[in-house]
């Protein structure tokens, strides 16, 4: 006989169900189906807020980046990065990513080259030897 196949909603609605009964042993339902208590109180709080979308999985994408670089600084180290390093802007008009992130894209992972830019930028303004 197969086995029933279970989503997370379900077994979440289930879980919210069951602990909403008036003599419902959380702790012993968080056991049952194998969540922390914090994760069961979290959902029990988003079913009382929001019902049953209240149960569907959140991003997880921040909703803010506070430290990332302002767009007009990054477009100045690349423009002086394409002036001043040579190689760096190819033929078709491509860029290259830096030595050892040639799989990532600038504007896919902008924390990743935040640093570089900055490092880039600073070697720019000073004074070549």
Not at 65 to 90: F, H
Not at 94 to 108: F, H, I, S, V, Y
């Amino acid at each position: 006989m197969p086995w029933k196949a279970r989503d997370t909603m379900s077994l979440r609605r289930e879980f919210v169900e069951l602990a909403t009964q008036e003599d419902a042993n959380r702790r012993e339902l968080c056991r049952r189906f194998g969540v922390s208590p914090k994760t069961a109180y979290k959902w029990l709080a988003r079913f009382e807020q929001d019902g049953a979308a209240g149960l569907m999985e959140r991003s997880r994408r921040p909703r803010s980046s506070p430290g990332r670089t302002v767009p007009a600084l990054e477009a100045a180290v690349v423009a002086l990065r394409m002036q001043r390093l040579p190689g760096y802007a190819r033929a078709d008009g491509a860029r290259r990513a830096p030595t050892g992130m040639k799989n990532l894209r600038l504007d896919q992972h902008p924390q990743i080259f935040q640093g570089y830019f900055l490092r880039i930028f600073f070697m720019a303004l000073s004074p070549r030897r």
